[in-house]
Each structure stands twice: as C-alpha cells, then as structure tokens.
Nanobody, 123 residues
C-alpha cells in the first residue's frame, strides 16, 4: 500500500501563486508515476499533470500548460505542483494520485489517492 498526503492549499488572489506538496509513504518503491487531479464543485475530477517517478516523462493538461510545474524529489518521496498565474477557474480540490503501472491522464489508472487539498482563487 501507498499513502499520499497533500498540503499547501489555500486562498489566493487571481494572478498569484501556490505550491502544493504530496508526501508519499509506505511501499513507495512500487510507484511508477504520480499525478495531480482537481475537482471543482459540480464537475468531474480532471487531470492536471503527471510525472514518471524517474522524471523521464512529464505531461500537463492544456489548461495549465505554461502556468503549472510538476516536480518530484525521490529522496524525500514528495511530488510538488507549483501553480503560477492562478485564475478563478483553477479553484478546486486538488488530489495527488499514484500508479504502479501507468503515467496517464485517466484517473481510472491510478491506484492510490490522497484526501485532497482546497485551492481557492478569488477574482
């Protein structure tokens, strides 16, 4: 089993920045890739970014490309999401996820999930 715990959410004005962090524990050696997803009220959970644990591959949703940066620290078993130029439409609960097999935009391919952290961007 892998446990994931997000931190770093909060309230920020449009144009501002936040940095989310996801700490992985347990059988971290089984992780192939980690990802960030988000879910706004009344909407489905959507893909934000993913990174292969080796760092060999990174992908972003078009809506965040150029504004968000995903990174990982294998020594600390953390995955961060730096979010710049935030917009009100970025408001959502942000979830960290891990997969033993895939690096993909599909939430169904992820085996482990954190509890989520709220990000609110005011206009």
């Amino acid at each position: 089993q892998v446990q994931l715990a997000e931190s770093g959410g909060g309230l920020v004005q449009a144009g501002g920045s936040l940095r989310l962090s996801c700490a992985a524990s347990g059988r971290t050696f089984s992780i192939y890739a980690t990802a960030w997803f988000r879910q706004a009220p009344g909407k489905e959970r959507e893909f934000v970014a993913t990174i292969v644990w080796s760092g060999a591959s990174i992908n972003y949703a078009d809506s965040v490309k150029g504004r968000f940066t995903i990174s990982r620290d294998t020594g600390k078993n953390t995955v961060d999401l730096q979010m710049n130029s935030l917009k009100p439409e970025d408001t959502a609960v942000y979830y960290c996820a891990a997969s033993a097999t895939y690096s993909t935009y599909s939430r169904r391919r992820y085996d482990y999930w954190g509890q989520g952290t709220q990000v609110t961007v005011s206009s």
